[in-house]
């Protein structure tokens, strides 16, 4: 089965602060995602990489940064977390041979 | 169907009745659509799909109804249990190669014993 770890369930963070939202695959995917979840907006596309240090703008990239040091790991980075970025955050990886997207958990963050 | 505004639509069917869960889709190049189902406090799980050149796609108790001419999807849950209640949404690739997703604001299905 293909795990996708995310590495917070929930957090609460202040408005300024820089987070950090990780994400662990096991299946060697070259492809990666980050979606935010907005009630009334479904999923919007935030960043996505299809390989090791390479990433592209999604739909909505504004105020997020991305890193893909190793293939594994995708990191959604909040440089200056503001309140309207309190959404839910999914990472998901794609079987390219499947054409399957695999979703994680999701992280809850709270902005105050 | 999907909805544009903050209230998810919703279905409410009894135990053992059919299902069925419909998407408008926004993009005539679009060429892969998926279902998702997302139970509450998990990620999204595909459910099924469909490629344009196809019609019709039957999983296990699951159907996806594709109608290219009107851009509607629509997923039908056969003999719906109450592990079925969850929120379903569509996806559509107007990506390409690139696996870029647009989905739907999702439909909660809640089944009645």
């Known amino acids: 089965d293909v795990k996708v770890t995310q590495s917070s369930r929930y957090l609460v963070k202040r408005t300024g602060e820089k987070v950090f939202l990780e994400c662990v695959q096991d299946?060697?995917?070259?492809?990666m995602f980050w979606y935010r979840q907005d009630p009334g907006l479904g999923l919007r596309l935030i960043y996505f990489s299809y390989d090791v240090k390479m990433k592209e703008k999604g739909d909505i990239p504004e105020g997020y940064s991305v890193s893909r040091e190793k293939k594994e790991r995708f990191s959604l980075i909040l440089e200056s977390a503001s309140t309207n970025q309190t959404s839910m955050y999914l990472c998901?990886?794609?079987?390219?041979?499947?054409?399957?997207?695999?979703f994680g958990p999701g992280t809850r963050l709270t902005v105050t | 169907g999907e909805s544009v505004g903050l209230h998810l639509p919703t279905l409410s069917v009894q135990e053992g009745d059919n299902s069925i869960i419909n998407c408008a889709y926004s993009?005539?190049?679009?060429?892969?659509f998926i279902w998702y189902k997302q139970e509450s406090g998990k990620g999204p799980q595909f459910i099924i799909d469909i490629r344009s050149n196809m019609d019709k796609r039957q999983g296990q108790r699951v159907t996806v109804l594709l109608n290219k001419t009107v851009k509607h999807l629509s997923l039908q849950i056969a003999a719906t249990q109450p592990g079925d209640s969850a929120v379903y949404f569509c996806a559509e690739n107007s990506g390409g190669s690139n696996y870029k997703l647009t989905f739907g604001k999702g439909t909660l299905l809640t089944v009645n014993p």
């Open positions: 993009n005539s190049a679009s060429d892969y």
């Open positions: 299946m060697d995917h070259e492809n």
């Open positions: 998901a990886t794609l079987d390219r041979l499947l054409d399957e997207q695999y």
